[in-house]
């Protein structure tokens, strides 16, 4: 059980800066690509920023990987490499007691993302995606549904909902949730490093997957749903590398954040059964393109590609008069880049540009992003000790 860890007040209100189109810090990991154009000079590209307000919400944590708000002021925090379940409530961090021991831990690989059921505050139910023991020396990647009980101590296995994600050393194990406004889930999943994965339609890894969150059954619209073998019926798309982010914009589109080799960094808009174009075959060789062009039938190019190594993580799309041009924009966090990148996208999903708000560089390495009823993002940091959940509120 944790102390008190009280909110730190701290109240970081110097304005943004405002440089044009592409980054306002001039750096490559946000500058605009070969498929993320740089001649759109708007007035929305060239707006001020709005001030941004940040503190740090919860501190003392290890390596957060996820973190959900659950109603009465309470939020979720899951920790990957302790495997710890975290309850946060005004200022106070506690564990809940779940069958931490169970979770497989390897390298990237550990207790990772958090989904919370709709009907939560009448269920108390949500989900996990972790590395699990299955005994035997033998372990997967799954995804788990739990039940928080009343006082927020203890959270009891319902069952599994998902297995048999693919492991190796625990690279690129994934692992991202998240519940969609028609009440399927959508799963972002890694390839784990082994090169066969992301284009075989029986394995789950290097995925999108589509399914009941209640029932584990494959979503009914999936592209695949008719196919002989049941995992390919899970399939929503292929050719990934290693998910990170999921968001669901407003037109119900559904886009993902993803780990590329090298320069790769990829932001994609998904296309049910749509292929993705990552193919490191023979072996794992990651000189190959992100999306591999000359591969059999039609890859689908991404949104955005880095110019660096940003490592993009979790995602989120901006809402709330507050933030101005970053209304309506995809904020993505980043690992390797410690900044959050907020992408414009119109409405055929073109990239118009980009920007990074120099407050959200001073934090480190950041994971997750989730945005609030009003607005505010949550953002975890990623630094491997005395880590945060920061709260991040903007004001013009």
Known sequence: MRALLGVLALALTVPASSAVAAADDGSSAARPTASSPSSDRSHAARAPLPTLRV????????????????????????????????????????????PSARVWRSGETGLMSLAIDPNFARTGRFYTCSGWQLGGGRHDIRINAWRLNAAGTRAGL?????????????????????ILRNGSMLVG???????????????????????????????????????????????????????????????????SAEHGPGIQDEVNKLANGGDYGWNPVPGYNESVPMTDQSLPGRQIR????????????????VHGSQWG?????????????????????????????????????????????????NGDLLVTTSNGGNDSVLRVSARR
Not at 216 to 225: M, V, Y
């Open 325 to 373: 041009p970053l209304r309506g924009t995809l904020a993505v966090a980043c690992l390797e880049g410690n900044r959050v990148i907020f992408m414009k996208f119109d409405r055929a999903g073109r990239l118009k540009w980009t920007r990074t708000p120099a407050r959200l560089r001073q934090f480190g390495r950041l994971r997750s992003l989730t945005v609030l009823a």
């Open 189 to 255: 999943t890694g390839d784990a490093a082994t090169g066969t994965n992301p284009r075989n339609l029986t394995s789950l890894g290097g995925k999108t997957l589509r399914l009941d969150p209640r029932t584990g059954k494959p979503w009914r619209s999936n592209k695949f749903i008719h196919a002989q073998n049941r995992r390919k019926r899970y399939i929503h798309t292929f050719g990934h590398r290693n998910v990170q982010g999921l968001a669901q914009r407003a037109d119900g589109s559904l886009w």
């Open 55 to 98: 503190s740090r919400m919860v501190r003392g944590l290890q390596n957060p990987w996820d973190v959900k708000p659950i109603g009465g002021g309470r939020v979720l925090i899951t920790e990957r490499d302790s495997a710890h379940l975290l309850l946060w409530r005004r200022g106070v961090t506690r564990r809940v007691a779940f």
């Open 158 to 178: 319902i069952g599994n909902v998902l297995s048999g994600f693919p492991t190796t050393s625990g690279r690129h194990g994934g692992c991202r949730l998240l």
């Open 302 to 317: 991404a949104r955005w590609t880095s110019g660096s190594t940003p490592a993009t993580s979790g995602s989120a799309w």
